[in-house]
């Protein structure tokens, strides 16, 4: 059972414009999210996070938006720029419990092009 | 750079064969992991140490045996494996288990023959 889901695979954008990727989870329990760029060859990096108390972070280029009551999270980058092509991951956690178990949750990624 | 390192970076593998992945954080790190990418699939996470002892091992099977010496190094040793345990496996470090902002490494692409 795919606790998060990334259900576009691969996506285009123009250069320049607005790059929207998309995120679903289905486990309630989750309240921290976040967002990873991974460029071929190398780990994931680190890109953006939000916290379920919020419905928005934002971070230069990068905005993620959470609605919680549709179990949705995106993520936008605006303006487009070559150099963002690569897969990007979302990943969930639930609160960490007394024994401090925050496990990450991930989704299987969109591979993003950005064409110039 | 990302101050976690792996290696070998790439890995060909007989079934009979026995391996290990090395994995080595400078950054100070409490807690580091392995994960398992297939192809098409969410990444994975097979096992967790925090202070060096292992707090997570997400069923993974007895071929995987991992080890943490110290809090700056960990290895996964690999033995017996199938051709479906093809994969990149990568390792990542937080400052602490409770925290979920990892670091990754460049990952290790495995391939068994």
């Known amino acids: 059972d795919q606790q998060v889901k990334q259900n576009s695979p691969s996506l285009s954008v123009q250069e320049g414009r607005i790059s929207i990727l998309n995120c679903d989870y289905t486990?309630?329990?989750?309240?921290?999210f976040l967002w990873y760029k991974k460029y071929p060859a190398e780990g994931p990096t680190f890109l953006i996070s939000?916290?379920?108390?919020?419905d928005k972070n934002e971070d230069g280029r990068f905005t993620v938006f959470l609605n919680k009551s549709a179990k949705h999270l995106s993520l936008h980058i605006v303006p487009s720029q070559p150099g963002d092509s690569a897969v990007y991951f979302c990943?969930?956690?639930?609160?960490?419990?007394?024994?401090?178990?925050?496990?990450?949750?991930f989704g299987t990624g969109t591979r993003l092009t950005i064409i110039p | 750079e990302t101050g976690v390192t792996q290696t070998p970076r790439h890995l060909v593998m007989g079934m009979t064969n026995k391996k290990s992945l090395k994995c080595e954080q400078h950054?100070?790190?409490?807690?580091m992991y392995w994960y398992k990418q297939s192809a098409k699939k969410p990444l994975e996470l097979m096992f967790v140490?925090?202070?060096?002892?292992?707090?997570e091992n997400n069923s993974v099977p007895s071929r995987f045996s991992p080890e943490c010496p110290n809090s700056s190094h960990l290895f996964l040793h690999l033995h017996t494996l199938q051709p479906e345990d093809s994969a990149l496996y990568l390792c990542?470090?937080?400052?602490?288990?409770?925290?979920?902002?990892?670091?990754f490494g460049q990952g290790t692409r495995l391939t068994v023959v």
């Open positions: 990542a470090s937080s400052q602490d288990w409770a925290n979920t902002e990892a670091f």
């Open positions: 486990n309630s329990m989750f309240d921290y």
């Open positions: 939000i916290s379920s108390i919020k």
């Open positions: 990943a969930a956690s639930a609160s960490p419990t007394i024994f401090g178990n925050e496990k990450l949750t």
């Open positions: 950054l100070g790190h409490n807690a």
């Open positions: 140490y925090s202070l060096e002892e292992r707090v």
